[in-house]
């Protein structure tokens, strides 16, 4: 479908948002936001908001589906479209379903056969990881790390040796903080990039290793943030700098404070270096 083709009939369309400057709308954006019969969004009042700003008239019925609702209004959705609607499903921003309300109906309606589309455009960690400078030929996308410290924790850990870049969305209130437990257990040398507002009048890229966007961040971060970190080296063994571990605590440094040390330098896990210095003592 172009911007001058009708949208197809008894169909399911998914449709990017802008992540920030409303120019990056598309005219098929446009388009489908008039013809549709049903315009589920994420937040009824930001996508008559973007109808406002993009000068289009919203000619259907807008109905919310999020989070807390998607699971009971899917499958009044898909029967719509099953008889012939056109429901376009959009979020405040970005592609619906990449951490975003959209999976529960965009899954259901393949089960029952009816046709999904969708309408490309603005996406927060494609565009993150397209300026990080870091390598764009293997990642992954793994969204928010989960709230609870102890949870964040045993997701890192399980990330640490993913050699693909890995792409996060985060609070401001809480960049601080993961980056930190990224330091610590990713390695404080890993490099990371996190990027803030992006295609906004305030757009910021920061860059830098873990332990320096760690310091970075200390004071208040505003605005939506997306972090991009390197994936791990296959090359760095715990093993290669425990001599280093040892020879900083034979100089008087605490084994815990030593194996962190090198971590940072060296890009190893500083639970790694713990563990083989406390075999080879």
Known sequence: MNENQSLPASCIIVAATPIGDVNDASPRLCAALQQADVVAAEDTRRVRALASRLGVHIAGSILALHDHNEGERAGALISQAKSGARILVVSDAGMPTVSDPGYRIVHGAIDEGVRVTALPGPSAPVTALAVSGLPSDRFAFEGFLPRKQGEAERTLKELARDPHTLIFFESPRRVHATLSLMSEHFGGARRAVVCRELTKVHEEIMRGTLAELVDATQGDVLGEITIVVQGASQS????????????????GMRLKDAAAQVAEATGARRNDLYREALKAR
């Open 236 to 251: 760095v063994n715990a093993r290669d700098h425990v001599q280093a571990v040892l020879a900083l605590v034979d100089e």
